[in-house]
């Protein structure tokens, strides 16, 4: 879908009005340079903007086809395809919404291919067409505005992920357990991000190459700045997200150590109470079988005193003092 298409020359825009395609191929020839803006185009519409401006069939399949990082291409013709990873943090899911722009860039043109939500151009528009002076210099103030906004719609992404590392941080190393499934959410965004940033930084260096000598160069330098300020910062994200994940690790493990100790400790009270009804299990079951001797020769009280409840009690003065001593012997002296 064509969002707009606009011929500039002289620094201004010629027209106010929609613009075909075929139109804007026509205007090139005249001086000047056109932008057209597309956004998630169907295949129909690409093959028509490829013959009309004659694009290479590979750059339009990669202007398809979604990348993992930004790159820049150069094609006969004196046309490059640059491919720029956008991001944005989308608030209420907490996530961050990845896009592309695919930029053909020509002496009498400039095309731009969006895929996402997170691609919007229309303020980098805008904003170019409120400096004539840049507008002059060619298509390549064109690219300058697309990168400078790409670059600066970096900065509230890196702040978001920054806020929510420093929940997760908190969390941790508060020493509880923060949700493990939320850390690896956040390192792979985090490493996404840096797929994104990285390498743009090659990207901008080869298109300063190419800006030497223009007014163009310190807008360019200005940019290129800002990326590495925003590449620094992704970076350490990633770094710290790796830390928090082992000091997560840490505090689980210390979790099910503390678990495991309450477990050894109920089993340890379960077997001394075993083993204390053990003997008496024994002394009972034994003088509760009618044995012809013990039926004609047990029947006083003090048979009763001294075989039954000393049967019992001696067993457990045996266990106590054997308990004690057990205790003693593992305490630390």
């Excluded at 000091?247 to 503390?258: L, P, R, Y």
Aim: proline share 4%; charged share 25%.
């Amino acid at each position: 879908m064509i969002i707009d298409c606009a011929y500039y020359r002289d620094g201004h825009r010629q027209h106010t009005g929609a613009m075909s395609v075929e139109d804007a191929a026509a205007h090139c020839k005249q001086g000047g340079f056109v932008w057209l803006g597309m956004f998630e185009p169907t295949g129909a519409e690409l093959v028509q903007v490829r013959e009309s401006f004659g694009l290479h069939e590979l750059a339009v399949e990669d202007a398809q086809t979604f990348h993992l990082r930004p790159k820049v291409e150069p094609y006969e013709g004196n046309i490059r395809l640059v491919i720029l990873r956008t991001a944005r943090y989308d608030d209420q899911r907490e996530e961050v919404d990845f896009g592309e722009v695919s930029v053909f860039v020509g002496p009498s043109f400039v095309i731009t291919v969006r895929q996402g939500v997170a691609s919007d151009l229309h303020s980098a528009r805008i904003r170019l067409e409120q400096r004539p002076e840049l507008l002059e210099v060619g298509t390549n103030s064109v690219l300058w505005a697309i990168l400078d906004q790409v670059v600066d719609g970096y900065g509230p992404v890196v702040a978001e992920l920054e806020r929510d590392i420093e929940q997760v941080e908190r969390t941790v190393f508060a020493g509880s357990v923060a949700p493990t499934e939320r850390i690896y959410f956040l390192r792979r965004e985090v490493t996404d991000f840096y797929r994104a940033v990285h390498p743009l930084l090659a990207v901008l260096a080869t298109i300063e190459r190419d800006a030497r000598n223009t007014i163009l160069l310190p807008y360019f330098r200005d940019v290129h700045d800002h990326l590495v300020l925003v590449n620094e910062e992704v970076a350490a994200q990633r770094d710290l997200l790796a830390t928090v994940l082992e000091a997560n690790m840490a505090v689980i493990s210390v979790e099910q150590t503390k678990v495991s100790v309450r477990q050894n400790a109920t089993i340890e009270q379960l077997t001394i109470l075993a083993t204390v009804f053990l003997p008496l299990t024994f002394v009972t079951g034994f003088f509760g079988q009618n044995f012809g001797w013990l039926v004609d020769h047990i029947g006083a009280e003090w048979d009763f005193l001294v075989l039954g409840v000393g049967g019992l009690l001696i067993p457990c003065l045996a266990l106590f003092v054997w308990f004690r001593r057990q205790r003693a012997a593992r305490q630390p002296t």
